[in-house]
């Protein structure tokens, strides 16, 4: 009897220490990933660099969404907040917050997405902005210097158990500076005008991050389960599109089928594009196969 007890316990055990073993090593390795301090030294712009704030101010109110994320205020918002997926905050980046920051740290967050303590941001898109040119970083900086300050508390990350097995088989890309080149040199940023090269920087650093590199759109890395994949914007998608249709897209969210195009599209923010980015866009999805 107590022989059968004893292997019954063995049996019913090796799961146990199984499951148990996997949660160990899945949270050892998140945590080792997520404690890493990369070695990449705050941005230094060479001094012919220029800020523009109101660049700056199109680039994080509307073009690049930062208030999607960060909220109108840019005080801060959780971007998800669930069992299974945890608890992703997109910290307060007004000036009280960011006091102690040099300018160098803060263009590091945007460029490379790494924290004051060299750790690795979640979630937060540097492989979009990576792409963003000198000037156009430098100006998000000067632009963030201006905004009212509000006080208000972050909260701390805390990685569900979905997010973290998505984060250790790599299904996404839940901590973008593990993907950076961080030695890479600035994109340069062509002349704002209706143009193939202007629609490719505007794709490069707004776009791809939920279309994917090639646009031919899937899944959002690392996306809650009910957002829809986002659309093939190659010529394979949108190839029987005209100009027209795609401006309606971009300027009503509505596509050609005349159905609501769905979050998290940024249509609110689209809706804000200027004729030039929208048809410089254009220009550019015309040429991507
Ligand atoms: C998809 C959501 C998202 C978008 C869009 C986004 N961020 Fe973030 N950002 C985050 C999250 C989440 C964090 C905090 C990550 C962490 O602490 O690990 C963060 C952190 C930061 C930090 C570091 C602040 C700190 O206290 O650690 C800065 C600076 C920043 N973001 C600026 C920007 C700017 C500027 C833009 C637009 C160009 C932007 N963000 C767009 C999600 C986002
Ligand atoms: C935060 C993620 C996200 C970003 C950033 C984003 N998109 Fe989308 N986009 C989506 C999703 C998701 C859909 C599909 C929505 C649906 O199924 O209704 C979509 C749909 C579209 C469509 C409609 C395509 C069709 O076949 O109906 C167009 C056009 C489009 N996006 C263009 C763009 C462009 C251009 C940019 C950059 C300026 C961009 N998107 C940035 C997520 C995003």
């Given amino acids: 009897m107590n022989k059968i007890l004893k292997w019954t316990g063995i049996v019913l055990s090796v799961p146990v220490i199984g499951v148990a073993g996997l949660v160990g090593w899945v ?8 404690n890493k301090t990369y070695q990449v030294p705050p941005v230094q712009f060479a001094v ?3 800020a523009d704030i109101a660049v700056g101010e199109r680039i994080v109110q ?11 205020d840019l005080a801060g918002k959780a971007v998800m907040d669930n069992g299974a997926m945890g608890r992703v905050y997109a910290n307060n980046i007004t000036p009280g917050a960011l006091k102690d920051w040099s300018d160098g740290e803060v263009a590091r ?26 000037s156009d970083l430098a100006s998000v900086v000067a632009y963030l210097r201006t905004v009212k300050a509000v006080a208000k508390e972050n909260q701390s990350q805390k990685l569900g158990p979905i997010a973290s097995m998505l984060l250790v088989t790599n299904k996404a890309p839940l901590l973008p500076a593990e993907k950076i080149e961080h030695t890479a040199a600035f994109h340069v940023k062509p002349p704002e005008t209706v143009s193939v090269e202007f629609g ?11 279309h994917s590199p090639n646009l031919k759109g899937g899944p959002i890395p690392g996306g809650p389960p009910d957002w829809p994949p986002a659309k093939d914007l190659t010529q394979t998608g949108l190839g029987k599109w005209k100009e027209a249709d795609f401006v309606k897209a ?11 195009i769905k979050a998290p599209m940024p249509t609110a923010l689209t809706a804000k594009y200027s004729e030039t980015e929208v048809k410089a866009l254009w220009a550019y999805l015309q040429t991507v196969n």
């Fill in 200 to 210: 490719q920087y505007l794709s490069d650093t707004a776009c791809i991050g939920c």
């Fill in 109 to 134: 967050a945007i460029r490379h997405g790494i924290g004051k303590k060299g750790q690795p941001l979640v979630l937060m898109p540097s492989h979009d902005y990576q792409y963003l040119s000198a």
């Fill in 250 to 260: 971009m300027k009503e969210g509505i596509n050609p089928q005349g159905e609501k």
């Fill in 62 to 72: 509307i073009r690049n969404g930062c208030v999607d994320c960060h909220g109108p």
């Fill in 48 to 50: 012919d660099v220029k």
């Fill in 27 to 34: 949270s050892l390795s998140v945590s080792s990933r997520m």
